[in-house]
């Protein structure tokens, strides 16, 4: 049973829009949630991270939302650019020190 | 500062063989983990050592198993292999346990 769920497996945006990722968890346990990029042939990139005492954390275009009563969490990427094409990940730490991520959200964005 | 290095890239082995897959970890980082990550998954954890001790793992059998040596590179090794062993294999580094960790390039495995 999926413990953390992205649930669209691909996003199309137009450049300079705002891109908007979301992630749903079951486990309102977790406490330290993270947003990996992917490129085909690369592995994961960390992009941005958040706990569970913050609802937002921002570092430059990138912002993540956190809304624990929900058990949700949204990246938003603004404004969005070429490069930001990619494969998005959203995981959280787990007991053992383990990452658990979900499937991923491959984002388009459009000239 | 050199990050986390994958070998090989690419593998292709039959059914039944062994395979060793191997990491060096970034600069200054002591713990490392391994993930499979299967076609249209996200990374699925295997096992994370801590110098050079293993310190969780996830839900794989006994014939995926691993090293971590006194400079914190790693090893993967997986024995009987099967078809569903086919995947993308990654390696991740951290300073710590429960830090940011930083991912290699991976290696991808076939297994015909």
């Known amino acids: 049973d999926q413990q953390v769920k992205q649930n669209s497996p691909s996003l199309s945006v137009q450049e300079g829009r705002i891109s908007i990722l979301n992630c749903d968890y079951t486990n309102s346990m977790f406490d330290y949630f993270l947003w990996y990029k992917k490129y085909p042939a690369e592995g994961p990139t960390f992009l941005i991270s958040i706990s569970s005492i913050k609802d937002k954390n921002e570092d430059g275009r990138f912002t993540v939302f956190l809304n624990k009563s929900a058990k949700h969490l949204s990246l938003h990427i603004v404004p969005s650019q070429p490069g930001d094409s990619a494969v998005y990940f959203c995981?959280?730490?787990?007991?053992?020190?383990?990452?658990?991520f979900g499937k991923g959200t491959r984002l388009h964005i459009l000239p | 500062e050199t990050g986390v290095t994958q070998s090989p890239t690419h593998l292709i082995k039959t059914r039944g063989q062994q395979v060793t897959l191997r990491c060096s970890s970034q600069s200054g980082h002591n713990t490392v983990s391994w993930y499979q990550q299967a076609l249209g998954q996200g990374p699925q954890f295997i096992f994370q050592?801590?110098?050079?001790?293993?310190?969780g793992r996830g839900n794989f059998p006994p014939r995926f198993s691993g090293l971590q040596f006194p400079n914190y590179s790693s090893e993967l090794n997986v024995n009987a292999l099967e078809l569903d062993d086919s995947a993308l294999y990654l390696c991740a580094s951290s300073r710590s346990v429960n830090t940011e960790a930083f991912f290699g390039q991976g290696t991808r495995l076939t297994v015909v």
């Open positions: 995981a959280v730490y787990h007991r053992d020190d383990k990452i658990i």
């Open positions: 050592y801590y110098r050079e001790e293993e310190n």
